[in-house]
């Protein structure tokens, strides 16, 4: 059983975080991160080809981290498969003893490490849910029965400080209609708007775990601001940073802030450290979310 | 129409090298390259001058009406029967089509003057935008007459994605996002699409190659597609 769908739907407040996979075969780094944050965590993302560059798969690295004890949210990223290897790679997951699933678009590989390739997008990350949920009722996506279901519990991201917003609300709530029964959110810096997108999500049953992103120095924010697509600190988070003696113990502060705040309004927090896995005890520690 | 951009000058010369090419033929065509101003008349006759250039010799060039029609081309191959069978090698300023229709039409090896790129509109002369790529399953009956398959960079049916910000698209960034577009146009005319899911693709209705034959059994039109 998902350990993670169980605590959400005791109410408990969860805590997500991030892996990702290595560019080659070992995966030491990838495990010395798991045991950094790990301990904190009701479940690890274990991203899949992430920014559109090359990582071994996520399946893989997925299962290597269940190994170590830890719950890995298995990602699947409609870019580099088709709706044969997307459904193949799902009935492998759950044999695999995957049962969290984060079904996402992916980046454009234009903005990869591999511009030349193709993107599939054979099919969208809401098609693929309600495959997905398909396959949880025991038939694949033309209808024809399964020999043994999956049970995933399946998530989604999504986007609360997008702009126009009521056209990423209708997405989502099409995501909930698909069967995402949880979603993972972008990095939040606005928490008022982030109350209101809880208050139009609540009713559809979904459950969302808030991104909280460690701004580590002036170079991520720079970084976020111009390279990475949907996201944007505003102006007086990045002076703050920015302004500070240590930026990184600065950083860490304001995550504390955020993470207090969420707990009040979100289901979860996902926490983005940034290489700085450390961190993540220390941001839990102060927001009171662990001793 | 479909729109062709000048190909890579050093590849047309190697290919001409290949052969051993001192005499060239070239054809141009006077639909779609004539318009997109890649394989009309001035452009062939840049051509003619730039294979000049290289110490060859153009033993003539024609430019017919539509390049890909094989009666027509056929047509134009035996007015200058004589020009191509003095030469070495014929240079097709045309789509790919037009080039493969001239390649059938003589015995002389042909090569492509030009790249093809899109079926485009035309926006404004000499302004060409791919809006539309063919795919035999159109929704743009659900998309408010904005295609999702060609002007999201990703092709989703369902969007936006996640790298949407301010309205803009996160692949062209100086575009707005295709499904905002169609959200706006679809709530302007109060049709809001709500909620409902396009559901994938079928790809069997743009298998290659597409084939029509309105000779064939009255009313089938096969094409890339399966259509019964
Ligand atoms: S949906 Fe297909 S046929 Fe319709 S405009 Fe788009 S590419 Fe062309
Ligand atoms: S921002 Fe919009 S148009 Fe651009 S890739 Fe995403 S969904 Fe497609």
Redesign the interface.
Known sequence: MSRLRDALARGEFVVTGEVAPPLGTDLSAMKASIERIGPYCHAVNVTDNQGATLHLSSLAASRAVLDMGVEPIFQQTC?DRN?LALQSDLLAAWTLGLENVLV??G??P??GDHPQAK?V???????LM?ITAGMNEGHD?LGRDLAGATDFFIGG?V?PE???WD??L??A??KV??GARFFQS?AIFDMERFARTMDELRPSGVKVIAGVLLLKSPRVIDFINNKL????VPDHIAERIRAASDPAKESIALAIEQVRALRDIADGVHIMPLGNDDAVGRILTGAGLSE | MIITRPRDWARIKANLAEVGAEKVFLMGCGQCATVASTGGEKEILQAKAAIEATGRTVTGWAVGEVACHSGGTKLEARKHVGDISDADAVVVLACGAGVQTVADSVSKPVFPGLESVFLGNVVRHGVFEERCQMCGDCVLDKTAGICPVTTCPKGLLNGPCGGMWGGMCEVLTDRECAHVRIQRRLTEQGRGRGRATLEPKDFSKKLKPGSVNLREKKGTSAGGGRDE
């Open positions: 870019r709706r996402v678009t980046d454009d234009r903005g993107g997008f054979d099919l969208d990350s809401t098609q309600e996506m991201a986007f997008a702009d126009p056209i990423q209708g997405r709530l099409s209609e698909a972008q697509a949907g996201l944007m």
